[in-house]
């Protein structure tokens, strides 16, 4: 079974500024996708960012990166120079290679608000 | 338009109505996507179905029927449902249904039952 856990409910964070969302996960598979999707007050989920577990190199997408650690099976996102605009809920997700090929595990996920 | 689309945005329903849901895609994906989102709770996967065949049904009661007439177009009908299956119901398409393929979500459709 695979498991994803983001242990900080809510996060606030000064406009400008860079803040960090964790996240853990726990699968026995060798081969699977790590994602963060962004759901702001619109309810429309977006794709953040994507990694691939098998790829050393941490992915970067503009002001937001991760930072994989996967021996200790960790996923945190970065966001630098906050905007208002980031203020969303974050979830992180993980897709394996088991036999259900498509199936996303969700985090609970992460309230992020940007202040002023 | 473009991306996924879902309708209605917003439905509430009495536990005797039916009603359906509809979930489009305009990416030229082959596999469809119905999520539940509730309160407090992750994601739920509910079905899956790819190049039209459902591949998942993740223990889903038959109050929940889904539909996918072709790769475009994905519905789930609801009939006598409860008042814990108030929640934002999320549809995704994919190219695939492979490991390596990144879920497109629709803005979602905010359902109460009364």
């Known amino acids: 079974a695979q498991t994803v856990t983001q242990s900080q409910p809510e996060m606030s964070v000064q406009e400008a500024e860079t803040v960090t969302l964790s996240c853990t996960y726990d699968t026995s598979e060798s081969n699977y996708y790590l994602f963060w999707y962004k759901q702001p007050p619109s309810r429309q989920m977006i794709l953040v960012i994507r990694?691939?577990?098998?790829?050393?190199q941490n992915a970067t997408e503009n002001r937001f990166s991760v930072n994989f650690q996967k021996a200790a099976k960790s996923f945190s996102l970065k966001i630098s120079d906050s905007q208002l605009g980031d203020t969303a809920m974050y979830f992180c997700a993980l897709k394996g290679s088991g036999g259900s090929n498509y199936k996303l595990t969700f985090g609970k996920g992460t309230l992020l608000t940007v202040n002023p | 338009e473009t991306g996924v689309t879902q309708t209605p945005r917003h439905l509430v329903m009495g536990m005797t109505n039916k009603k359906s849901l509809k979930c489009e895609q305009h990416?030229?994906?082959?596999?469809m996507y119905w999520y539940k989102q509730s309160a407090k709770k992750p994601l739920e996967l509910m079905f899956v179905y790819n190049f039209k065949e459902q591949t998942e049904n993740n223990s889903v009661p038959s109050r929940f029927s889904p539909e996918c007439p072709n790769s475009s177009h994905l519905f789930l009908h609801l009939h006598t449902l409860q008042p814990e299956d108030s929640a934002l119901y999320l549809c995704?398409?994919?190219?695939?249904?492979?490991?390596?393929?990144?879920?497109?979500f629709g803005p979602g459709t905010r359902l109460l039952v009364l």
């Open positions: 990416l030229g994906h082959n596999a």
């Open positions: 990694q691939e577990a098998y790829k050393q």
């Open positions: 995704a398409s994919s190219q695939s249904g492979g490991i390596q393929e990144t879920q497109y």
